[in-house]
């Protein structure tokens, strides 16, 4: 089992920054990859960052260049840090933990809201 808990979201103002946080506990050796996902009302959850456990990254084409995935191994947390943020980065962020040994499992935090509005 993997517990998630995040942390960082609110309101800004279009074209500020964010920094999302998410700590994990648990059976964090067989986690291959973490990442954020958002759902904004009336959208399909997206996929927006990922980082693998060898460091590799993801990113949704609408975030390329503004977003930025990072890992501290030591501190279990990964974080998503978000600069010239727009209207329509509006959502529910939510971590998710990808464990795949003996089948694929996904383990969710609990979701944080970002809302970009003057």
């Known amino acids: 089992q993997v517990q998630l808990v995040e942390s960082g979201g609110g309101l800004v103002q279009p074209g500020g920054s964010l920094m999302l946080s998410c700590a994990a506990s648990?059976?964090?050796?067989?986690?291959?990859?973490m990442g954020w996902y958002r759902k904004a009302p009336g959208k399909q959850r997206e996929l927006v960052a990922q980082?693998?456990?060898?460091?590799?990254?993801y990113y949704t084409d609408s975030v390329k260049g503004r977003f930025t995935i990072s890992r501290d191994n030591a501190k279990n947390t990964v974080y998503l840090q978000m600069n010239s943020l727009k209207p329509e980065d509006t959502a529910a962020y939510y971590c998710?933990?990808?464990?795949?040994?003996?089948?694929?499992?996904?383990?969710w935090g609990q979701g944080t809201q970002v809302t970009v509005s003057s």
């Open positions: 980082i693998t456990s060898g460091g590799s990254t």
């Open positions: 648990g059976s964090m050796f067989s986690v291959n990859a």
């Open positions: 998710n933990a990808l464990r795949v040994a003996g089948g694929t499992y996904n383990y």
